[in-house]
């Protein structure tokens, strides 16, 4: 085995069997397959049997399964090793094996290893060995959670408040009021510190000062407003935060306190200012299907995609699912139908697809087959996987299976997951572990290219 090729199939899951296949294997009892390919390299099975022996009691087998990788020197198998040793009550030898990695500097290891550390009571240690790590955001935000089981909150503070003082301009331009932070989530990091020292005014004061207010859909702000009742703040930053974040964290709330209405009234009232609707559409919807109101989420789905640029695909999608979901499928293909009329009768396939699981419901299965067919775009790859899942549907599983195959670089996945259900595996093992080239990328010679990908 090779490190650099066990982390090029794992991190892009080509050339192997990728976990989903491995708990499918699992589930449909092929136990010997994946004890057979574990053997084999196959990292994601020997993974999912080392755990399993590991819960039936047979511990040092497990931990034979992952030795050879483990003897690549390849960091994801020694985190594996670890956490089945601490998992046992063997925290002291996944510290043992865990620090020569986080010596080297990868920084998932170095991560790992101070939680670990931090969990078995020696937060001080893992915090001194992240400190010289500070500037990056991802070490950072270890320290601050290894500072408070070391209650060194303290410490970790006066680190970032020097960080956010030593923040430099962005650029060049005079104009630009952007500074350039390291680590970027320091006023981040430095509220949630303040926050639970019970500080909470300092906390709110560094939030406001933020350039970048939310991250991955929730803004800390609102968050903190919530937890701590603070509902005139949070309704007053709800008016102001352009995302629309702060106003679904209002509507969360009132929603739990059980004022249903004054929720609606929030979206509603976001999703009245310039593009906002756009924002929250869905979290109403799913508000109001939360709350019997199928019907009333429907007709707001479908009043927003008839505004002028509103037919976005996921939108029009999420509607054909509320359709489909609430019994009205032949209402969900009138509704496409309006929009394929509205184009001038062109209807690519990212709309046209959501007619498939429509017709099935209203008993056209065969029809959507054969619509599927004969669309401009039905036999491209993507194409493909709708058609097969329709295929499936009607009991024509091998004929899905050879649409699949019709374009292998693209639908191995599926195909091998078609084809266990089939219980044809040495088939699907033999299609998931075709070898995919890896990507060159040729060396820049100075001139910009004027072909696609720009």
Not at 298 to 306: G, Q
């Amino acid at each position: 085995m090779d490190a650099a090729d066990l982390d090029y199939r794992a991190r892009t899951l080509t050339g192997c069997i990728p976990p989903p296949l491995v708990a499918q294997l699992l589930e449909l009892g092929h136990e010997r397959e994946v004890e057979l390919q574990a053997s084999r390299g196959e990292w994601f099975c020997a993974l999912e049997w080392a755990r399993l022996l590991g819960h039936r009691g047979r511990r040092e087998q497990a931990l034979e399964v992952l030795a050879p990788y483990v003897a690549t020197n390849w960091w994801p198998a020694a985190q594996a090793r670890a956490e089945l040793l601490e998992g046992w009550g063997r925290a002291e030898e996944a510290i043992a094996l865990s620090r020569s990695y986080a010596e080297a500097g990868d920084r998932l290891a170095l991560v790992f290893f101070a939680r670990l550390l931090a969990r078995h009571g020696r937060g001080g240690e893992a915090f001194m060995l992240l400190c010289a790590g500070i500037q990056d955001w991802f070490l950072a935000e270890c320290l601050v959670d290894v500072a408070e089981a070391a209650g060194m909150d303290e410490e970790a503070a006066a680190l970032l408040e020097a960080r956010v003082e030593a923040a430099v301009p962005a650029c060049d331009d005079p104009d630009c009021n952007n500074l350039r932070m390291e680590p970027s989530n320091a006023i981040d990091l430095l509220a949630a510190i303040r926050e639970r020292q019970g500080r909470i005014e300092e906390a709110i004061v560094l939030l406001h000062t933020r350039e970048v207010a939310s991250v991955n859909g929730r803004d800390q702000l609102a968050d903190l407003l919530a937890r701590h009742d603070r509902i005139t703040e949070l309704r007053a930053y709800a008016a102001s935060e352009h995302h629309g974040h702060a106003a679904q964290r209002l509507a969360e709330v009132l929603e739990e306190s059980g004022d249903v209405e004054g929720a609606i009234a929030v979206y509603r009232t976001f999703g009245a200012t310039p593009s906002g609707m756009w924002r929250v559409i869905v979290p109403l919807s799913e508000l109001l299907v939360r709350h019997g109101r199928g019907d009333e989420a429907i007709e707001v789905m479908r009043a927003f995609t008839e505004r002028p640029g509103g037919a976005e695909d996921w939108i029009v999608h999420t509607l054909c699912t509320l359709y489909a979901d609430h019994g009205r499928p032949r209402d969900g293909l009138a509704h496409l139908n309006a929009l394929k009329a509205r184009s001038g009768g062109r209807e690519d396939w990212d709309l046209f697809q959501m007619r498939l699981p429509l017709m099935a419901d209203c008993g056209l299965l065969d029809e959507a087959i054969e619509q599927a067919r004969a669309h401009p775009e039905g036999d491209t790859w993507y194409a493909a996987w709708a058609l097969s899942d329709m295929l499936v549907k009607a009991g024509r599983a091998e004929e899905a299976a050879a649409v699949l195959e019709r374009h292998p670089t693209f639908n191995s996945s599926l195909r091998a997951e078609l084809l266990i259900d089939l219980g044809r595996i040495e088939n699907a093992v033999r299609v998931l572990q075709q070898p995919t080239p890896k990507p060159t990328t040729p060396a820049w010679d100075g001139a910009y290219s004027t072909e696609p990908p720009f």
